[in-house]
């Protein structure tokens, strides 16, 4: 594992931040940190990298114990809120950024990086002209100077449209096929859900699930149903045998499932109880629906 920790908590007072985290990230992989604001991500991720130390609890990244200052030469980190010296250009914070890190080859690096987040050409501009996505580029530019095995991503995409949206996704998407293991904190699920291998939910500081995006999407489905006659008895028997089933405004129906093998004998049940079927559509879970159930009001526990 790349990343391996076992109870690792956070404590700021009398605030539990973070509260017996306990996560194993494959090398190689995509990884998203899901939760809401003040779910406890930022601080797990700055435990991670070293910038916060654990009340409680241990871990390694990289092989090595957290905080270890050697794992750091091949991570990369791009914190959700960041600011650079608006004076300096976009060269010039790289040059910098690369002294910090010592890095040997810095010509070919910066040039690499610069053409990688679509900012080359652009460079000898000063940050404090910068677009707000161009400061979102500039800031992963820094972060993948290392050449990193492991890259910490929060919030990358929160600045830019939906072209910038795509060419992180792609920029993702190489870093993967290059070996490297990115570890994605995102309130754009879409995008989660398109680059993404495996997913945990964080809520009020506490990890609630853990999956692989494939098995926690796999055979989830939505079922909208538009009929006429459902009286009310038969909607409560219904609702005995389907415990999601709802009744939506405009009258029509929407039950969850666990395979598109249900859909028949849903059908021929309210058939032989004398209902007109005018529409039965389903619909794949998206991972929104997913996150909606898990943390969308207090949470649960799976």
């Given at each position: 594992?790349?990343?391996?920790?076992?109870?690792?908590?956070?404590?700021?007072?009398?605030?539990?931040?973070?509260?017996?985290?306990?996560?194993?990230?494959?090398?190689?992989?995509?990884?998203?940190?899901?939760?809401?604001?003040?779910?406890?991500?930022?601080?797990?991720i700055k435990m991670l990298t070293g910038l916060v130390f654990p009340t409680s609890g241990k871990g390694t990244v990289l092989g090595r114990p957290l905080g270890d200052v050697s794992a750091r030469e091949k991570m990369g980190y791009l914190p959700e809120l960041f600011r650079y010296q608006d004076w300096m250009t976009g060269l010039d914070l790289l040059k910098f950024h690369a002294q910090l890190i010592k890095l040997k080859n810095k010509k070919d690096q910066i040039g690499r990086v610069l053409k990688l987040v679509g900012l080359e050409g652009q460079e000898n501009y000063k940050v404090g002209s910068y677009s707000k996505?161009?400061?979102?580029?500039?800031?992963?530019?820094?972060?993948?100077?290392?050449?990193?095995?492991?890259?910490?991503?929060?919030?990358?995409?929160?600045?830019?449209?939906?072209?910038?949206?795509?060419?992180?996704?792609?920029?993702?998407v190489s870093l993967k096929n290059e070996g490297a293991t990115v570890f994605l904190n995102s309130h754009l699920l879409s995008e989660v859900e398109a680059v993404c291998d495996s997913v945990t939910f964080i809520h009020k500081g506490t990890v609630v699930k853990s999956a692989r995006m494939n098995e926690l999407l796999m055979n989830k489905i939505s079922l909208t149903v538009r009929?006429?006659?459902?009286?009310?008895?038969?909607?409560?028997?219904?609702?005995?045998?389907?415990?999601?089933?709802?009744?939506?405004?405009?009258?029509?129906?929407?039950?969850?499932?666990?395979?598109?093998?249900?859909?028949?004998?849903?059908?021929?049940?309210?058939?032989?109880?004398?209902?007109?079927?005018?529409?039965?559509?389903?619909?794949?879970?998206?991972?929104?629906?997913?996150?909606?159930?898990?943390?969308g009001e207090e949470g649960q526990s799976s």
């Open positions: 594992m790349i990343i391996e920790t076992q109870a690792l908590t956070k404590i700021y007072g009398n605030k539990t931040a973070c509260d017996q985290i306990n996560l194993s990230v494959e090398a190689g992989q995509v990884y998203g940190f899901l939760g809401r604001n003040g779910a406890g991500k930022s601080t797990c996505g161009m400061q979102q580029r500039i800031g992963l530019a820094c972060a993948l100077l290392p050449n990193p095995q492991l890259i910490f991503l929060d919030e990358p995409t929160s600045a830019l449209d939906p072209i910038g949206r795509k060419d992180v996704r792609d920029i993702i009929a006429n006659g459902i009286t009310e008895d038969l909607f409560a028997r219904l609702k005995k045998q389907h415990e999601s089933l709802q009744k939506l405004a405009d009258g029509s129906l929407t039950v969850s499932l666990n395979d598109y093998e249900e859909i028949p004998p849903l059908a021929a049940s309210l058939i032989s109880n004398g209902v007109t079927l005018y529409e039965l559509t389903p619909h794949r879970e998206t991972l929104e629906t997913v996150f909606m159930q898990i943390v």
